[in-house]
Protein backbone atom coordinates (compact mmCIF):
# COMPACT_ATOMS: atom_id res chain seq x y z
CA UNK A 1 0.00 0.00 0.00
CA UNK A 2 2.85 1.94 1.28
CA UNK A 3 5.00 1.90 -1.28
CA UNK A 4 2.00 1.86 -4.06
CA UNK A 5 1.51 5.65 -2.94
CA UNK A 6 4.98 6.12 -3.24
CA UNK A 7 5.35 4.83 -6.86
CA UNK A 8 2.30 6.79 -7.47
CA UNK A 9 4.00 10.01 -6.51
CA UNK A 10 7.26 9.70 -7.96
CA UNK A 11 6.46 7.59 -11.09
CA UNK A 12 7.39 10.14 -13.03
CA UNK A 13 11.16 10.07 -11.54
CA UNK A 14 11.01 6.65 -12.25
CA UNK A 15 10.18 6.47 -15.90
CA UNK A 16 13.17 9.41 -16.53
CA UNK A 17 15.77 7.12 -14.93
CA UNK A 18 14.09 4.21 -16.62
CA UNK A 19 14.84 6.54 -20.26
CA UNK A 20 18.21 7.54 -19.23
CA UNK A 21 19.23 3.69 -18.45
CA UNK A 22 17.92 2.64 -22.39
CA UNK A 23 19.70 5.85 -23.45
CA UNK A 24 23.29 5.01 -22.26
CA UNK A 25 22.73 1.75 -23.17
CA UNK A 26 21.98 2.93 -26.89
CA UNK A 27 24.39 5.84 -26.93
CA UNK A 28 27.88 5.75 -25.18
CA UNK A 29 27.83 9.70 -25.40
CA UNK A 30 25.22 9.68 -22.71
CA UNK A 31 27.46 8.33 -20.38
CA UNK A 32 29.39 11.89 -19.86
CA UNK A 33 28.74 13.66 -17.48
CA UNK A 34 28.90 16.82 -19.87
CA UNK A 35 25.64 15.51 -21.60
CA UNK A 36 23.80 15.88 -17.84
CA UNK A 37 24.56 19.45 -17.63
CA UNK A 38 23.67 20.28 -20.88
CA UNK A 39 20.25 18.82 -19.90
CA UNK A 40 20.28 20.57 -16.51
CA UNK A 41 20.99 24.46 -18.44
CA UNK A 42 18.38 23.76 -20.34
CA UNK A 43 15.90 22.40 -18.48
CA UNK A 44 15.73 25.69 -15.90
CA UNK A 45 14.19 28.27 -17.89
CA UNK A 46 11.56 25.26 -18.92
CA UNK A 47 11.21 24.41 -14.99
CA UNK A 48 11.04 28.41 -14.27
CA UNK A 49 8.27 28.72 -16.71
CA UNK A 50 6.46 25.56 -15.83
CA UNK A 51 6.47 26.54 -12.30
CA UNK A 52 4.55 29.75 -12.83
CA UNK A 53 2.40 27.45 -15.59
CA UNK A 54 1.39 25.01 -12.67
CA UNK A 55 0.02 27.59 -10.19
CA UNK A 56 -2.17 28.95 -13.04
CA UNK A 57 -3.10 25.44 -14.42
CA UNK A 58 -3.57 24.49 -10.68
CA UNK A 59 -6.27 27.39 -10.58
CA UNK A 60 -8.19 25.98 -13.66
CA UNK A 61 -6.66 28.43 -16.25
CA UNK A 62 -3.89 28.74 -18.74
CA UNK A 63 -1.10 31.34 -19.32
CA UNK A 64 -0.17 31.05 -23.23
CA UNK A 65 1.49 34.07 -22.70
CA UNK A 66 4.76 32.90 -20.86
CA UNK A 67 6.64 32.47 -23.88
CA UNK A 68 6.50 35.72 -25.72
CA UNK A 69 6.80 37.43 -22.33
CA UNK A 70 10.18 35.30 -21.78
CA UNK A 71 11.40 36.58 -25.59
CA UNK A 72 10.52 39.88 -24.75
CA UNK A 73 12.10 39.94 -21.68
CA UNK A 74 15.68 38.47 -23.52
CA UNK A 75 14.88 41.02 -25.72
CA UNK A 76 14.81 44.47 -23.39
CA UNK A 77 17.76 42.91 -21.07
CA UNK A 78 19.75 42.59 -24.73
CA UNK A 79 19.05 46.21 -24.67
CA UNK A 80 19.78 47.62 -21.27
CA UNK A 81 22.17 45.22 -19.58
CA UNK A 82 24.94 46.46 -21.27
CA UNK A 83 24.61 49.97 -19.51
CA UNK A 84 23.63 48.88 -16.14
CA UNK A 85 23.59 45.89 -15.33
CA UNK A 86 21.06 45.64 -12.30
CA UNK A 87 18.87 47.71 -14.73
CA UNK A 88 18.97 44.96 -17.23
CA UNK A 89 17.99 42.62 -14.82
CA UNK A 90 15.24 44.73 -12.58
CA UNK A 91 13.45 45.99 -16.00
CA UNK A 92 13.01 42.60 -17.87
CA UNK A 93 10.91 41.35 -14.10
CA UNK A 94 9.29 44.62 -13.76
CA UNK A 95 7.77 44.33 -17.54
CA UNK A 96 7.17 40.60 -16.62
CA UNK A 97 5.24 40.81 -13.80
CA UNK A 98 3.02 44.33 -15.07
CA UNK A 99 2.42 42.06 -18.16
CA UNK A 100 0.81 38.74 -15.86
CA UNK A 101 -0.75 41.71 -13.64
CA UNK A 102 -2.49 42.51 -16.57
CA UNK A 103 -3.57 39.26 -17.46
CA UNK A 104 -4.32 37.97 -14.00
CA UNK A 105 -6.60 41.40 -13.52
CA UNK A 106 -8.41 40.49 -16.82
CA UNK A 107 -9.27 37.29 -16.29
CA UNK A 108 -10.31 37.43 -12.72
CA UNK A 109 -12.00 41.33 -12.54
CA UNK A 110 -13.11 41.16 -15.87
CA UNK A 111 -13.79 37.63 -16.16
CA UNK A 112 -11.94 37.47 -20.20
CA UNK A 113 -11.15 33.88 -20.71
CA UNK A 114 -7.76 33.03 -19.85
CA UNK A 115 -6.96 31.53 -22.84
CA UNK A 116 -8.61 34.57 -25.07
CA UNK A 117 -6.77 37.03 -22.65
CA UNK A 118 -3.20 35.37 -22.88
CA UNK A 119 -3.31 34.97 -26.52
CA UNK A 120 -4.32 37.57 -26.98
CA UNK A 121 -1.01 38.58 -24.32
CA UNK A 122 0.47 36.60 -26.69
CA UNK A 123 0.71 38.08 -29.80
CA UNK A 124 1.34 41.91 -28.46
CA UNK A 125 4.02 40.63 -26.12
CA UNK A 126 5.78 39.09 -29.49
CA UNK A 127 5.05 42.20 -31.07
CA UNK A 128 6.57 44.11 -29.20
CA UNK A 129 9.35 42.04 -28.73
CA UNK A 130 9.65 42.23 -32.20
CA UNK A 131 9.45 45.83 -32.69
CA UNK A 132 12.30 46.54 -30.27
CA UNK A 133 14.50 43.69 -31.96
CA UNK A 134 13.58 42.36 -35.12
CA UNK A 135 16.62 40.36 -35.17
CA UNK A 136 18.55 37.93 -32.84
CA UNK A 137 21.07 39.64 -31.24
CA UNK A 138 22.34 42.35 -28.88
CA UNK A 139 24.80 42.27 -25.83
CA UNK A 140 24.59 40.70 -22.77
CA UNK A 141 27.46 40.76 -20.39
CA UNK A 142 30.36 38.46 -19.69
CA UNK A 143 29.89 38.95 -15.85
CA UNK A 144 26.48 38.08 -15.69
CA UNK A 145 27.04 35.02 -17.98
CA UNK A 146 29.99 34.34 -16.14
CA UNK A 147 27.25 34.60 -12.68
CA UNK A 148 25.45 32.00 -14.12
CA UNK A 149 27.02 29.37 -16.15
CA UNK A 150 30.37 29.13 -14.44
CA UNK A 151 31.69 25.63 -14.47
CA UNK A 152 33.71 24.76 -11.11
CA UNK A 153 35.37 21.12 -11.80
CA UNK A 154 33.45 20.13 -14.98
CA UNK A 155 30.19 21.50 -13.52
CA UNK A 156 28.06 24.29 -13.70
CA UNK A 157 26.65 24.83 -10.35
CA UNK A 158 23.88 27.63 -10.72
CA UNK A 159 21.77 26.09 -12.96
CA UNK A 160 21.71 23.04 -10.60
CA UNK A 161 21.13 25.43 -7.47
CA UNK A 162 18.37 27.18 -9.59
CA UNK A 163 16.81 24.01 -10.41
CA UNK A 164 17.03 23.10 -6.38
CA UNK A 165 16.19 26.28 -5.48
CA UNK A 166 12.81 26.37 -7.72
CA UNK A 167 11.71 22.70 -6.67
CA UNK A 168 11.66 23.54 -3.21
CA UNK A 169 10.25 26.74 -3.14
CA UNK A 170 7.38 25.30 -5.67
CA UNK A 171 6.32 22.69 -3.56
CA UNK A 172 6.76 24.72 -0.18
CA UNK A 173 4.27 27.59 -1.56
CA UNK A 174 1.95 24.53 -2.94
CA UNK A 175 2.19 22.52 0.25
CA UNK A 176 2.72 24.68 2.89
CA UNK A 177 1.63 28.33 2.99
CA UNK A 178 -1.98 29.30 2.84
CA UNK A 179 -1.84 30.85 -0.66
CA UNK A 180 -0.55 27.57 -2.10
CA UNK A 181 -3.79 25.74 0.01
CA UNK A 182 -6.24 29.00 -1.65
CA UNK A 183 -4.80 28.07 -4.97
CA UNK A 184 -5.89 24.35 -4.44
CA UNK A 185 -8.94 24.97 -3.05
CA UNK A 186 -9.87 28.20 -6.07
CA UNK A 187 -8.86 25.44 -8.41
CA UNK A 188 -11.45 22.86 -7.14
CA UNK A 189 -14.49 25.09 -6.73
CA UNK A 190 -14.57 28.79 -7.23
CA UNK A 191 -17.62 29.38 -5.83
CA UNK A 192 -16.95 27.01 -2.39
CA UNK A 193 -13.65 28.82 -2.36
CA UNK A 194 -15.57 32.00 -2.36
CA UNK A 195 -17.62 31.74 0.08
CA UNK A 196 -15.16 29.95 2.37
CA UNK A 197 -13.72 33.51 2.61
CA UNK A 198 -11.15 33.32 0.58
CA UNK A 199 -10.35 36.42 -2.21
CA UNK A 200 -10.68 34.68 -4.98
CA UNK A 201 -9.80 37.33 -7.45
CA UNK A 202 -6.26 38.18 -4.90
CA UNK A 203 -5.83 34.41 -5.89
CA UNK A 204 -6.08 34.25 -9.64
CA UNK A 205 -4.54 37.85 -10.37
CA UNK A 206 -1.41 36.93 -8.13
CA UNK A 207 -0.86 33.52 -9.83
CA UNK A 208 -0.90 35.34 -12.99
CA UNK A 209 1.48 38.25 -12.20
CA UNK A 210 3.68 35.02 -10.38
CA UNK A 211 3.61 33.57 -14.12
CA UNK A 212 4.66 36.78 -15.75
CA UNK A 213 7.45 36.95 -13.20
CA UNK A 214 8.68 33.60 -13.75
CA UNK A 215 8.74 33.75 -17.37
CA UNK A 216 10.79 37.10 -17.21
CA UNK A 217 13.00 35.40 -14.76
CA UNK A 218 13.43 31.99 -17.55
CA UNK A 219 14.05 35.03 -19.95
CA UNK A 220 17.19 36.16 -17.93
CA UNK A 221 18.49 32.68 -17.64
CA UNK A 222 18.07 32.10 -21.30
CA UNK A 223 19.60 35.68 -22.78
CA UNK A 224 22.61 34.40 -20.61
CA UNK A 225 22.94 31.33 -22.16
CA UNK A 226 22.10 32.47 -26.12
CA UNK A 227 24.77 35.54 -24.87
CA UNK A 228 22.12 37.71 -27.00
CA UNK A 229 18.06 38.51 -26.98
CA UNK A 230 15.57 37.23 -29.68
CA UNK A 231 11.62 38.01 -29.50
CA UNK A 232 11.01 34.17 -31.32
CA UNK A 233 12.90 32.40 -29.00
CA UNK A 234 10.22 31.52 -26.76
CA UNK A 235 7.49 30.32 -29.33
CA UNK A 236 7.24 26.41 -27.90
CA UNK A 237 7.29 27.15 -24.08
CA UNK A 238 4.12 27.62 -23.86
CA UNK A 239 2.98 23.97 -25.02
CA UNK A 240 6.28 22.66 -23.49
CA UNK A 241 5.69 24.34 -20.27
CA UNK A 242 1.42 22.94 -20.41
CA UNK A 243 2.95 19.38 -21.69
CA UNK A 244 5.32 19.46 -18.95
CA UNK A 245 2.86 20.64 -16.25
CA UNK A 246 0.21 17.65 -17.55
CA UNK A 247 2.97 14.91 -17.54
CA UNK A 248 3.91 15.93 -14.13
CA UNK A 249 0.19 15.07 -12.93
CA UNK A 250 -1.59 18.15 -12.07
CA UNK A 251 -5.11 18.03 -13.86
CA UNK A 252 -6.25 20.85 -16.77
CA UNK A 253 -9.38 21.53 -14.63
CA UNK A 254 -7.66 22.77 -11.71
CA UNK A 255 -7.13 21.60 -8.21
CA UNK A 256 -5.07 18.51 -8.13
CA UNK A 257 -1.28 18.13 -8.51
CA UNK A 258 1.59 19.09 -7.36
CA UNK A 259 5.18 20.94 -8.74
CA UNK A 260 7.98 18.03 -7.94
CA UNK A 261 6.39 16.00 -10.77
CA UNK A 262 6.39 18.69 -13.31
CA UNK A 263 9.76 19.06 -12.58
CA UNK A 264 10.48 15.62 -13.28
CA UNK A 265 8.67 15.56 -16.73
CA UNK A 266 10.45 18.86 -17.64
CA UNK A 267 14.23 16.97 -16.91
CA UNK A 268 12.13 14.01 -19.26
CA UNK A 269 10.97 16.36 -22.04
CA UNK A 270 14.40 17.83 -22.04
CA UNK A 271 16.60 14.35 -21.76
CA UNK A 272 14.47 13.31 -24.92
CA UNK A 273 15.50 16.03 -27.26
CA UNK A 274 18.70 15.82 -26.24
CA UNK A 275 18.82 11.78 -26.85
CA UNK A 276 17.58 11.89 -30.16
CA UNK A 277 20.27 14.50 -30.96
CA UNK A 278 22.71 12.30 -29.76
CA UNK A 279 21.19 9.02 -31.26
CA UNK A 280 21.51 10.93 -34.40
CA UNK A 281 17.74 10.46 -35.05
CA UNK A 282 16.40 13.30 -37.42
CA UNK A 283 14.79 16.02 -34.98
CA UNK A 284 11.29 16.53 -36.03
CA UNK A 285 10.87 12.48 -34.28
CA UNK A 286 10.99 14.70 -30.60
CA UNK A 287 7.75 16.22 -32.09
CA UNK A 288 6.02 12.85 -32.55
CA UNK A 289 7.80 11.73 -29.11
CA UNK A 290 6.48 14.77 -27.25
CA UNK A 291 2.90 15.04 -28.92
CA UNK A 292 2.00 11.18 -28.75
CA UNK A 293 3.58 10.87 -24.95
CA UNK A 294 0.93 13.68 -23.93
CA UNK A 295 -2.27 12.03 -25.15
CA UNK A 296 -0.77 8.84 -24.29
CA UNK A 297 -0.22 9.91 -20.53
CA UNK A 298 -3.23 12.04 -20.32
CA UNK A 299 -5.42 8.99 -21.58
CA UNK A 300 -4.18 6.71 -19.40
CA UNK A 301 -5.15 9.31 -16.54
CA UNK A 302 -8.33 9.38 -17.98
CA UNK A 303 -9.11 5.98 -17.37
CA UNK A 304 -9.11 6.55 -13.70
CA UNK A 305 -11.76 9.06 -14.42
CA UNK A 306 -15.21 7.94 -13.23
CA UNK A 307 -16.91 6.61 -15.89
CA UNK A 308 -20.07 8.63 -14.24
CA UNK A 309 -18.56 12.19 -15.63
CA UNK A 310 -19.76 10.83 -19.46
CA UNK A 311 -21.73 13.53 -19.45
CA UNK A 312 -19.44 16.71 -18.82
CA UNK A 313 -16.81 15.34 -21.30
CA UNK B 1 -34.84 37.74 -14.54
CA UNK B 2 -38.14 37.77 -13.45
CA UNK B 3 -39.96 37.77 -16.38
CA UNK B 4 -39.06 35.40 -18.96
CA UNK B 5 -40.15 37.75 -21.71
CA UNK B 6 -38.45 41.01 -21.34
CA UNK B 7 -35.50 38.54 -20.38
CA UNK B 8 -35.82 36.96 -24.19
CA UNK B 9 -36.04 40.60 -25.41
CA UNK B 10 -32.97 41.62 -23.61
CA UNK B 11 -31.34 38.59 -25.01
CA UNK B 12 -32.03 39.69 -28.62
CA UNK B 13 -31.08 42.94 -28.35
CA UNK B 14 -27.41 41.87 -27.18
CA UNK B 15 -26.94 40.02 -29.93
CA UNK B 16 -27.93 42.64 -31.98
CA UNK B 17 -25.64 45.07 -30.64
CA UNK B 18 -22.99 42.52 -30.78
CA UNK B 19 -23.48 42.60 -34.59
CA UNK B 20 -23.66 46.43 -35.27
CA UNK B 21 -20.81 46.71 -32.97
CA UNK B 22 -18.89 44.39 -35.40
CA UNK B 23 -20.75 46.27 -38.76
CA UNK B 24 -19.87 49.62 -37.33
CA UNK B 25 -16.49 48.53 -36.91
CA UNK B 26 -15.59 47.11 -40.36
CA UNK B 27 -17.96 50.60 -41.45
CA UNK B 28 -15.45 52.38 -39.62
CA UNK B 29 -11.98 50.22 -40.69
CA UNK B 30 -12.91 50.70 -44.16
CA UNK B 31 -13.56 54.55 -44.24
CA UNK B 32 -10.08 55.00 -42.06
CA UNK B 33 -8.64 52.99 -45.17
CA UNK B 34 -10.55 54.90 -47.68
CA UNK B 35 -9.26 58.34 -46.28
CA UNK B 36 -5.52 57.19 -46.10
CA UNK B 37 -5.55 55.54 -49.05
CA UNK B 38 -8.34 56.11 -51.70
CA UNK B 39 -7.17 53.45 -53.92
CA UNK B 40 -8.37 51.00 -51.37
CA UNK B 41 -12.32 51.81 -51.84
CA UNK B 42 -11.89 50.92 -55.45
CA UNK B 43 -14.17 47.53 -55.88
CA UNK B 44 -11.06 45.69 -57.33
CA UNK B 45 -9.12 46.42 -54.50
CA UNK B 46 -12.11 45.02 -52.15
CA UNK B 47 -13.00 41.96 -53.97
CA UNK B 48 -9.26 41.21 -54.04
CA UNK B 49 -9.04 41.39 -50.25
CA UNK B 50 -12.30 39.19 -50.41
CA UNK B 51 -10.18 36.31 -52.28
CA UNK B 52 -7.44 36.81 -49.58
CA UNK B 53 -9.96 36.13 -46.92
CA UNK B 54 -11.66 33.10 -48.13
CA UNK B 55 -8.82 30.51 -47.29
CA UNK B 56 -8.72 31.98 -43.44
CA UNK B 57 -12.64 31.67 -43.78
CA UNK B 58 -12.93 28.21 -44.67
CA UNK B 59 -10.68 27.27 -41.89
CA UNK B 60 -12.06 29.34 -39.19
CA UNK B 61 -15.81 27.61 -39.97
CA UNK B 62 -14.44 24.41 -38.98
CA UNK B 63 -13.12 25.80 -35.62
CA UNK B 64 -16.37 27.69 -35.36
CA UNK B 65 -18.11 24.62 -34.70
CA UNK B 66 -15.20 23.24 -32.40
CA UNK B 67 -15.69 26.44 -30.33
CA UNK B 68 -19.68 25.86 -29.94
CA UNK B 69 -19.16 23.35 -28.26
CA UNK B 70 -16.86 24.41 -25.86
CA UNK B 71 -13.71 22.29 -27.07
CA UNK B 72 -10.79 23.91 -29.56
CA UNK B 73 -9.03 22.77 -32.18
CA UNK B 74 -5.37 23.66 -32.28
CA UNK B 75 -4.53 21.41 -35.38
CA UNK B 76 -6.71 22.95 -38.11
CA UNK B 77 -3.22 24.94 -39.24
CA UNK B 78 -1.03 21.37 -39.24
CA UNK B 79 -4.21 19.67 -41.16
CA UNK B 80 -4.41 22.85 -43.90
CA UNK B 81 -0.18 22.45 -44.73
CA UNK B 82 -0.52 17.96 -44.40
CA UNK B 83 -3.01 18.71 -47.07
CA UNK B 84 -0.79 21.30 -48.72
CA UNK B 85 2.06 19.52 -48.64
CA UNK B 86 0.51 16.51 -49.64
CA UNK B 87 -1.33 17.43 -52.54
CA UNK B 88 1.24 19.05 -54.04
CA UNK B 89 3.69 16.38 -53.47
CA UNK B 90 0.90 13.85 -55.28
CA UNK B 91 -0.21 16.15 -57.98
CA UNK B 92 3.30 17.22 -59.26
CA UNK B 93 1.74 19.95 -61.49
CA UNK B 94 -0.43 17.09 -63.54
CA UNK B 95 -3.91 17.23 -64.40
CA UNK B 96 -5.00 14.73 -61.62
CA UNK B 97 -8.27 14.87 -59.46
CA UNK B 98 -7.52 11.90 -56.82
CA UNK B 99 -4.82 13.51 -54.79
CA UNK B 100 -7.67 16.34 -53.82
CA UNK B 101 -10.07 13.10 -52.48
CA UNK B 102 -6.47 11.93 -50.61
CA UNK B 103 -6.15 15.47 -49.06
CA UNK B 104 -9.63 15.30 -47.85
CA UNK B 105 -9.89 11.68 -46.87
CA UNK B 106 -6.43 12.93 -44.72
CA UNK B 107 -8.33 15.64 -43.54
CA UNK B 108 -11.56 13.48 -42.50
CA UNK B 109 -8.64 10.90 -41.18
CA UNK B 110 -7.00 13.57 -38.44
CA UNK B 111 -10.15 14.90 -37.69
CA UNK B 112 -11.32 11.02 -36.79
CA UNK B 113 -8.65 11.20 -34.61
CA UNK B 114 -8.99 13.62 -32.75
CA UNK B 115 -12.77 13.10 -32.49
CA UNK B 116 -11.95 9.42 -30.93
CA UNK B 117 -9.73 10.82 -28.20
CA UNK B 118 -11.37 13.87 -27.48
CA UNK B 119 -15.04 12.33 -27.60
CA UNK B 120 -14.62 8.56 -26.80
CA UNK B 121 -11.53 8.32 -24.73
CA UNK B 122 -12.35 11.64 -23.27
CA UNK B 123 -9.05 13.47 -23.73
CA UNK B 124 -9.52 17.15 -23.10
CA UNK B 125 -9.46 18.94 -26.48
CA UNK B 126 -6.78 21.52 -25.76
CA UNK B 127 -4.32 18.66 -25.08
CA UNK B 128 -5.51 16.47 -27.91
CA UNK B 129 -5.08 18.62 -30.67
CA UNK B 130 -2.04 19.53 -29.20
CA UNK B 131 -0.68 16.23 -29.68
CA UNK B 132 -2.06 16.18 -32.96
CA UNK B 133 -0.17 19.16 -33.85
CA UNK B 134 3.39 18.38 -32.91
CA UNK B 135 2.66 14.67 -34.09
CA UNK B 136 1.73 16.45 -37.18
CA UNK B 137 4.68 18.97 -37.45
CA UNK B 138 7.36 15.91 -36.73
CA UNK B 139 5.37 13.56 -39.43
CA UNK B 140 5.32 15.91 -42.32
CA UNK B 141 8.86 17.54 -42.05
CA UNK B 142 10.11 13.68 -41.75
CA UNK B 143 7.85 11.80 -44.20
CA UNK B 144 6.79 15.18 -46.84
CA UNK B 145 9.31 15.98 -49.47
CA UNK B 146 8.81 20.17 -50.09
CA UNK B 147 8.57 19.81 -53.92
CA UNK B 148 5.47 19.78 -56.33
CA UNK B 149 3.15 21.63 -57.73
CA UNK B 150 -0.96 22.14 -57.80
CA UNK B 151 -2.50 20.84 -60.13
CA UNK B 152 -4.44 23.14 -62.93
CA UNK B 153 -7.85 22.14 -62.27
CA UNK B 154 -6.90 23.39 -58.44
CA UNK B 155 -5.42 26.04 -59.39
CA UNK B 156 -8.29 27.58 -61.44
CA UNK B 157 -10.59 27.08 -58.70
CA UNK B 158 -8.38 28.71 -56.56
CA UNK B 159 -7.59 31.67 -58.79
CA UNK B 160 -9.85 31.75 -61.22
CA UNK B 161 -12.95 34.20 -61.79
CA UNK B 162 -16.11 34.14 -63.01
CA UNK B 163 -16.90 37.65 -64.56
CA UNK B 164 -15.05 39.78 -61.62
CA UNK B 165 -15.99 37.29 -58.56
CA UNK B 166 -13.33 34.94 -58.06
CA UNK B 167 -14.18 31.28 -57.49
CA UNK B 168 -13.17 30.96 -54.26
CA UNK B 169 -15.01 33.30 -52.77
CA UNK B 170 -17.92 31.90 -53.94
CA UNK B 171 -17.08 28.11 -53.00
CA UNK B 172 -16.03 30.00 -49.05
CA UNK B 173 -19.79 31.79 -49.61
CA UNK B 174 -21.38 28.72 -50.17
CA UNK B 175 -19.44 26.57 -47.90
CA UNK B 176 -20.72 29.50 -45.04
CA UNK B 177 -24.22 29.28 -45.85
CA UNK B 178 -24.43 25.52 -45.90
CA UNK B 179 -23.11 25.14 -42.55
CA UNK B 180 -25.23 28.45 -41.20
CA UNK B 181 -28.27 26.65 -42.38
CA UNK B 182 -27.04 23.35 -40.89
CA UNK B 183 -26.23 25.03 -37.53
CA UNK B 184 -29.24 26.75 -37.51
CA UNK B 185 -31.85 24.82 -38.92
CA UNK B 186 -30.76 20.90 -38.65
CA UNK B 187 -30.82 18.55 -35.45
CA UNK B 188 -27.35 18.26 -35.51
CA UNK B 189 -26.80 22.12 -35.07
CA UNK B 190 -29.19 22.09 -32.20
CA UNK B 191 -27.26 19.33 -30.76
CA UNK B 192 -24.17 21.43 -31.04
CA UNK B 193 -25.73 24.47 -29.30
CA UNK B 194 -26.91 22.30 -26.76
CA UNK B 195 -24.12 20.88 -25.86
CA UNK B 196 -22.04 24.43 -25.64
CA UNK B 197 -23.96 25.68 -23.34
CA UNK B 198 -24.54 22.78 -21.19
CA UNK B 199 -22.91 19.37 -21.52
CA UNK B 200 -25.03 17.72 -18.47
CA UNK B 201 -28.57 19.34 -19.64
CA UNK B 202 -27.75 17.95 -23.07
CA UNK B 203 -26.82 14.50 -22.10
CA UNK B 204 -29.72 13.91 -19.59
CA UNK B 205 -32.35 15.47 -21.97
CA UNK B 206 -31.30 12.06 -24.51
CA UNK B 207 -28.42 13.91 -26.83
CA UNK B 208 -25.50 11.48 -27.45
CA UNK B 209 -22.91 14.09 -26.57
CA UNK B 210 -20.15 11.70 -27.94
CA UNK B 211 -21.75 10.59 -31.18
CA UNK B 212 -22.09 14.79 -31.81
CA UNK B 213 -18.65 16.09 -30.32
CA UNK B 214 -17.35 13.09 -32.45
CA UNK B 215 -17.95 14.52 -36.13
CA UNK B 216 -17.39 18.18 -34.86
CA UNK B 217 -14.40 17.18 -35.03
CA UNK B 218 -15.04 15.14 -38.00
CA UNK B 219 -15.86 17.94 -39.56
CA UNK B 220 -12.96 20.89 -38.38
CA UNK B 221 -10.19 18.45 -40.29
CA UNK B 222 -12.45 18.06 -43.47
CA UNK B 223 -12.54 21.91 -43.41
CA UNK B 224 -8.60 22.12 -42.66
CA UNK B 225 -8.21 19.80 -46.05
CA UNK B 226 -10.16 21.81 -47.86
CA UNK B 227 -9.04 24.91 -46.63
CA UNK B 228 -5.45 23.55 -47.14
CA UNK B 229 -5.98 22.42 -50.49
CA UNK B 230 -7.00 26.01 -51.87
CA UNK B 231 -3.86 27.53 -49.94
CA UNK B 232 -2.24 25.29 -52.23
CA UNK B 233 -4.02 26.07 -55.26
CA UNK B 234 -3.80 30.13 -54.54
CA UNK B 235 0.10 30.13 -54.21
CA UNK B 236 0.62 26.90 -56.54
CA UNK B 237 3.28 25.65 -54.67
CA UNK B 238 3.44 24.18 -51.05
CA UNK B 239 3.83 26.42 -47.76
CA UNK B 240 5.76 24.77 -45.44
CA UNK B 241 6.94 27.00 -42.69
CA UNK B 242 7.79 26.42 -39.17
CA UNK B 243 6.76 29.43 -37.29
CA UNK B 244 5.12 30.25 -34.00
CA UNK B 245 5.35 27.58 -31.91
CA UNK B 246 4.58 24.28 -34.18
CA UNK B 247 3.49 23.76 -37.79
CA UNK B 248 0.88 25.92 -39.31
CA UNK B 249 0.13 27.79 -35.86
CA UNK B 250 -0.20 30.99 -37.78
CA UNK B 251 -3.15 29.40 -40.00
CA UNK B 252 -4.68 28.02 -36.30
CA UNK B 253 -3.56 31.33 -34.22
CA UNK B 254 -5.48 33.57 -37.33
CA UNK B 255 -8.33 31.15 -37.30
CA UNK B 256 -9.16 31.79 -33.58
CA UNK B 257 -8.44 35.26 -33.66
CA UNK B 258 -11.24 34.97 -36.62
CA UNK B 259 -13.62 33.07 -34.67
CA UNK B 260 -13.29 35.38 -31.37
CA UNK B 261 -13.71 38.71 -33.29
CA UNK B 262 -16.97 37.48 -34.48
CA UNK B 263 -18.18 36.68 -30.94
CA UNK B 264 -18.16 33.08 -30.68
CA UNK B 265 -16.72 32.39 -27.14
CA UNK B 266 -15.15 29.43 -25.79
CA UNK B 267 -17.75 28.75 -22.77
CA UNK B 268 -19.49 27.73 -26.10
CA UNK B 269 -23.27 27.92 -27.29
CA UNK B 270 -22.73 31.76 -28.25
CA UNK B 271 -22.29 32.81 -31.78
CA UNK B 272 -22.10 31.60 -34.83
CA UNK B 273 -20.38 30.10 -38.35
CA UNK B 274 -22.18 33.80 -39.94
CA UNK B 275 -20.42 35.58 -36.96
CA UNK B 276 -17.22 34.38 -38.22
CA UNK B 277 -17.22 35.76 -41.78
CA UNK B 278 -17.48 39.02 -40.13
CA UNK B 279 -14.28 38.38 -37.71
CA UNK B 280 -12.64 36.94 -40.53
CA UNK B 281 -13.25 40.08 -42.34
CA UNK B 282 -12.42 42.47 -39.82
CA UNK B 283 -9.27 40.77 -39.10
CA UNK B 284 -7.88 40.52 -43.13
CA UNK B 285 -8.68 44.02 -43.63
CA UNK B 286 -7.01 45.50 -40.65
CA UNK B 287 -4.15 43.01 -42.03
CA UNK B 288 -4.13 45.05 -45.47
CA UNK B 289 -4.58 48.42 -44.47
CA UNK B 290 -1.33 47.69 -42.01
CA UNK B 291 0.23 46.31 -45.11
CA UNK B 292 -0.83 49.52 -46.89
CA UNK B 293 0.65 51.55 -44.00
CA UNK B 294 4.30 49.88 -44.46
CA UNK B 295 3.79 47.58 -41.29
CA UNK B 296 5.12 44.79 -40.66
CA UNK B 297 4.85 41.49 -39.35
CA UNK B 298 5.18 42.39 -35.68
CA UNK B 299 2.99 45.23 -35.49
CA UNK B 300 0.40 43.07 -37.50
CA UNK B 301 1.06 40.22 -34.61
CA UNK B 302 0.02 43.52 -32.03
CA UNK B 303 -2.45 44.49 -33.21
CA UNK B 304 -3.88 40.84 -33.90
CA UNK B 305 -3.33 40.61 -29.95
CA UNK B 306 -4.59 44.10 -29.11
CA UNK B 307 -8.12 43.55 -31.06
CA UNK B 308 -8.64 40.45 -29.55
CA UNK B 309 -8.17 41.69 -26.18
CA UNK B 310 -10.46 44.83 -26.70
CA UNK B 311 -13.32 43.07 -28.53
CA UNK B 312 -13.06 40.21 -26.25
CA UNK B 313 -13.20 42.90 -23.49
CA UNK B 314 -16.20 44.59 -24.64
CA UNK B 315 -18.50 41.54 -25.50
CA UNK B 316 -17.80 40.09 -21.84
CA UNK B 317 -18.94 43.82 -20.68
CA UNK B 318 -21.93 43.36 -23.00
CA UNK B 319 -22.47 40.51 -21.35
CA UNK B 320 -22.28 41.02 -17.89
CA UNK B 321 -24.81 43.96 -18.15
CA UNK B 322 -27.24 41.29 -19.29
Not at chain 1, 121 to 138: F, H, T
Request: with cysteine.
Amino acid sequence: MKIKKIIGEWYIYILMIIIWIIASMITPYFRQISVFMTIVVFSVPLALIALGQNLVILCGKFDLSVGSILGLSTVIASVTMNDNIFLGIFIPLLVGTIVGLINGIAVSKFRIDSFIMTFGMMAVCQGSGLLIRDYPGGIIPMKFINFLLKETANIAWTPIIILIIALLVGEFILKRTNFGRNIYAVGNDEVIAYRSGINVTFIKTAVFAISGFMAALAGLFLSAVMASGDANVGVLYPLDSITAVVMGGTILSGGRGDYKGTIGAVLILTSLSRIFNLIGVNIWYTYIAKGLLLVIIVAIRMFGVNEQREAEL
Amino acid sequence: MTNTKTGKKVNVNKDMMQIIILCLMLFVIIVIAGILNPRFLTVQHLISVLHDTAILGISAIGQTIVILTGGIDLSVGATMLVADAVGAMLMGGQNRIVPIFICLGLGLLIGLINGTGIAYLRIPPFIMTLGMMATLTGSIFIFARTSGFASPILRHLSIGKIGDIPILVLIWIFLAIIMTVIMRFTVFGREVYAIGSNPKASYHSGIKNKKVIFFVYLISGLFSAIAGLFLLGYTGVPELTYRGGGLGMDHTLSAIAAVVIGGTIFTGARGGVERTIFGVLVLKILFSILTMMGIGGAGKLLAQGLVVIVIVGIYVKLEKSR
